[in-house]
């Protein structure tokens, strides 16, 4: 079992940067691959960033690339997002997830969530 905690969401003008924290416990993240979504209320949750077990493959969205950067501290086990230009769009609740299947762009192969951190971009 893997309990996920995210951190770091809050209001922020267009243009501005948060970087969100997901801290993990029960299980060494470093047997996981670990990716962010976000979720807007009546829609879908979308995949944002994944990052491999071992921490050098990485994936984004398009919507993101180029703005976003996942990262992971496996000693310490956490995992972070910067999110620098941030823009009225990215509005959303983002979650932490974690899984053993290398497609972890898709909800059904996340095996833990955490429940969300609020991410507000007001224009």
């Known amino acids: 079992q893997v309990e996920l905690v995210e951190s770091g969401g809050g209001l922020v003008q267009a243009g501005g ?21 976000r979720q807007i209320p009546g829609k879908e949750r979308e995949f944002v960033a994944g990052n491999g077990w071992r921490g050098i493959s990485t994936i984004y969205a398009d919507s993101v690339k180029g703005r976003f950067t996942i990262s992971r501290d496996n000693a ?30 898709t909800t059904e192969n996340i095996d833990y969530w955490g429940k969300g951190t609020l991410v507000t971009v007001s224009s």
Request: glycine share 6%.
């Open 76 to 105: 310490k086990n956490m995992v972070y997002l910067q999110m620098n230009t941030l823009k009225p769009e990215d509005t959303a609740v983002y979650y932490c997830g974690a899984g053993k299947s290398s497609d972890y762009r």
């Open 17 to 37: 940067s948060l970087r969100l924290s997901c801290a993990a416990s029960g299980r060494a993240l470093s047997s996981y691959h670990m990716a962010w979504f």
